[in-house]
């Protein structure tokens, strides 16, 4: 049980960490994950209603976490992380979706949970070089801070996950249990932003089923999918204020927000309002309540009890998902002599670099990185190619020419 003198005296000291250091609100980050059931509506609306009517309820369930950052500034906000339990989503190649171009960094295991191994790419590969770009092109200092809670995701040694041209960034961490009271991204910025994802998702349904014969339902069954809302996602982010992102420091860090004046600034339009509009304007019973509670929703799956439990209820279900979502193997075969001859040239590259670069540290991390994420993959095909049997090959192959083969007797016989 967290208590209050807790609290009191990590507030002192992150302010003396900040004073000793001369941090500013630009330079000051914080990062937090949150689980989005990306197909949930309020509980009220007819479409839930027949949703859990069906076998399973399944597609209501279907879960993405995804992390956020943004610093105490409100004016940099970094491309979120997002983990789902598919690699490649059937919507991916019928929208022709190159994941590099996505404005996540998507990665994907079966309890679509963020890992450590996932948050250090993320750090490396997204957070540290968008820091570094944003702090040179406003002429700032080269220092940073990641404030992070003790998930574990990010366990407190993350500072030497840092690659060498990131080691300006340091990591504070928040006492345990004080997330609810501190962790900036907790106070209201998580909870705007999935309002604001839910306000676009219904204000997508409206343009796409108004002036058609499309029913709601349909519209949810048809035409929604992980790439509609990966776009609804980007538009929630962006949304999500200046006043917003820097009101939430005010228990961690009030000086932060003492200094930014907002009295200039319009009054902002409620996103509740927004979205009960928008919900009435297609027929639906909604309100204010349905919408907090379907926050509140998504916000009490996020204990790791509650993951846990979601997991062990869900696993055979995500398990048959993935294999019906996968892109089939045969769609993009990778040669074996191609693989092989890009391993051999990535080992030259890396004995080459070894030899004749001065900073051995930071380009063996940079190595090891790049292999395990990139290379990998590539040396699994290799080994369960190596463990198929051969005649699979054949039996592929030939399934397509035996095919042609007794369509074209078929017709010759009808023929005759």
Known sequence: MITYYVIIAYIKTFSELIEAKGYIPQQVFNCDETGLFWKRMPNRTYITAE???????????DRLTLALCANASGDCKIKPLLVYHSENPRAFKSHKILKEKLQVMWRANPKAWVTRKFFVEW????????????????????????????????????????????????????PPNTTPILQPMDQQVISNFKKLYTKHIFRHCFEVT??????????????????????????????????????????????????KA?????????????????????????????????????????????????HSQQQTVVQRKISFEEEPEMEEVIS?????????MWEKVVEFVDKNHPE?????????????????????????????????????????????????????????
């Open 262 to 310: 907002f009295e200039g600034l319009e009054p902002e339009v409620s996103v509740v309002e927004e979205l009960v509009s928008l919900g009435k304007s297609m027929g639906l019973e909604v309100d204010e309540r349905d919408v907090n509670e379907l926050v509140e929703e998504q916000s009490q799956e996020l204990t790791t009890k509650e993951l846990h439990d979601l």
């Open 51 to 61: 949703e859990k009517m069906m076998p399973g309820h399944k597609p209501m369930k």
């Open 123 to 174: 750090i490396n590969l997204v957070f540290g070089p968008s820091v570094k770009k944003y702090l040179q092109e406003n002429n700032l200092p080269m220092q940073a801070l990641l404030v992070l809670d003790n998930a574990p995701a990010h366990p407190p040694n993350l500072e030497d996950d840092l690659l060498e041209e990131f080691k300006f960034i340091k990591v504070p961490y928040l």
């Open 336 to 344: 074996t002599r191609d693989i092989k001859e890009i391993l051999a």
């Open 360 to 416: 051995k540290v930071a380009t063996g991390r940079a190595s090891e990185l790049f292999n395990e994420t990139c290379l990998t993959h590539f040396r699994n095909i290799l080994k369960e190619k190596k463990n198929k049997p051969p005649w699979t090959v054949f039996f592929k192959r030939s399934a397509g020419e035996n095919e042609q083969s007794v369509t074209k007797k078929a017709k010759t016989s009808d023929e005759n």
């Open 210 to 259: 108004e002036n058609t014969n499309l029913t709601l339902r349909e519209f949810w069954k048809d035409h929604f999918d992980i790439v509609i809302c990966l776009k609804i996602i980007d538009q929630a982010w962006l949304g999500v204020t200046t006043r917003t992102l820097t009101s939430a420091w005010k228990k961690l860090w009030p000086e932060a927000v003492v200094e």
